[in-house]
């Protein structure tokens, strides 16, 4: 069975602090690896996603840090904010072919960002 | 420009009896998918609709059947509803599965409860 472990489960930073969220996988085949960031009583979000051909992804204070020999990729939030505060869920997938966008998540992390 | 649409937001069942979850996206998507979510497990991929016509299973259909009715939609049914089906259902759209500019569009959930 195709896993992505994720770690923490729950996170609680101050306001201007880094978040730190790890995820790890088994499957070599993976080739695309988003995250996705859930508010209450929503759907997730595509927040960033990467491809193993770079080691690291910045968009504004999310950073994607991807390590291929390892096997592991990591989501960090800059600067975080109470606004943050949210699930984040990392995933993978194969790409084309029969992989059809079939996302396998990570268990997510509950981040708290305190004022 | 709605996204993803889900029916219900919530239902409570009893334990044999059948419903069908309705999705409609007006993305003009190919690809659509089933998820559901639990607690500590994330999002695990029910059924997924590459394209118009098609259907297949995903991680655990078991229980559950789809049908793409148009390219607009994809409704989820359960024949015979069982505590284990309590969870939140998410349906997802993307145009091109598995790529950096293509993410999956959720909706924003149906939260079932089997009693």
């Known amino acids: 069975q195709q896993q992505v472990k994720q770690s923490p489960q729950s996170l609680i930073v101050q306001k201007g602090g880094i978040s730190i969220i790890n995820c790890a996988y088994e499957n070599t085949a993976f080739d695309y690896f988003p995250w996705y960031q859930q508010f209450p009583g929503k759907g997730p979000a595509l927040l960033i996603a990467i491809r193993p051909d770079v080691s690291e992804k910045k968009e504004g204070r999310f950073t994607i840090s991807f390590n291929k020999s390892a096997k592991q990729f990591s989501l960090h939030i800059m600067d975080s904010q109470p606004g943050d505060s949210a699930t984040y869920f990392c995933a993978a997938s194969g790409a084309g072919g029969t992989s059809y966008g079939k996302l396998t998540f990570g268990q997510g992390t509950i981040l708290t960002v305190h004022p | 420009n709605a996204g993803v649409t889900q029916t219900p937001k919530f239902q409570v069942l009893k334990t044999g009896q059948s419903m069908t979850l309705q999705c409609a996206q007006d993305m003009n998507h190919n690809s659509m998918y089933w998820y559901r979510q639990d607690p500590g497990m994330g999002l695990r991929l029910i059924y997924y609709s590459a394209s118009e016509g098609t259907t297949d299973k995903g991680e655990v259909p078991n229980g559950y059947n789809v049908s793409r009715l148009n390219k607009r939609e994809f409704s989820l049914r359960l024949e015979s509803a069982a505590p284990s089906q309590t969870s939140v259902y998410f349906c997802?759209?993307?145009?091109?599965?598995?790529?950096?500019?293509?993410?999956?569009?959720f909706g924003n959930g149906t939260r079932l409860t089997v009693t």
């Open positions: 997802a759209s993307s145009e091109v599965p598995g790529t950096l500019n293509s993410p999956l569009h």
